[in-house]
């Protein structure tokens, strides 16, 4: 994590997640993603965060990619997924070797993409508040990656993301795509990262 984010002189900031070994595997995880929000929400001096899990790995030319991703976005933009795994294939396409990481190649086919709406750069996926996302399984997590700024549109990502999780007690990647809306978004081409699993946890 540090050496792929170093290259790009992100400074990294550590959650050591979790010990209490009495806690659900599901409790872990929402304890986690609430440390995450509320440590950015904290942060003097940070106006954008990305909250990952500690597997996640930077995409090549990360930064100019994400800056030119966020360029496209509507300005009311509440959220913007980097990389969820059924896009990229996870480690079935890496496996079999010559897929480059980046690359759209949804592990369950391109037909499991079809209605979801798709912005004219080609950039993301927009209208994801449709409610298509769960309807199609499609959880946002392996890893979660998700880029997010100060002020009222993380608070309102935390205020979804407690709600849903006292209502439904999911696992945090079930419960980010539960909780899209309409300003939020899915990178789509190029995805701007990967997952490296190690486990743990860190923002």
Aim: glycine residues 12%.
């Amino acid at each position: 994590m540090v050496d792929t984010m170093s290259a790009f002189r992100i400074p990294v900031f550590f959650d050591h997640g979790v010990t209490d070994v009495g806690a659900s595997l599901i409790e872990k995880q929402y304890r986690i993603m609430k440390s995450r929000m509320e440590q950015f929400m904290k942060m003097p001096g940070f106006e954008y965060a990305v909250l990952c899990d500690d597997d996640f790995h930077c995409g090549v030319d990360f930064l100019a990619e994400l800056n030119q991703t966020v360029s496209v976005l509507p300005s009311d933009w509440r959220c913007l997924h980097l990389c969820p795994g059924f896009l990229w294939g996870r480690s079935i396409f890496r496996e079999k070797g010559g897929v480059p990481m980046g690359e759209l190649v949804p592990e369950r086919g391109m037909g499991i993409l079809n209605g979801l709406e798709v912005d004219a750069s080609g950039r993301y996926f927009k209208g994801c508040g449709s409610g298509l996302w769960n309807g199609k399984y499609l959880w946002l997590g392996g890893p979660i990656a998700v880029l997010v700024r100060r002020g009222e549109s993380i608070a309102s990502l935390w205020e979804d993301f407690t709600r849903l999780y006292v209502r439904e007690t999911n696992p945090n990647d079930v419960i980010l795509t539960n909780i899209l809306r309409n300003c939020d978004y899915v990178c789509r081409s190029p995805l701007l990262g990967y997952e490296d699993e190690m486990g743990g946890t860190c923002f």
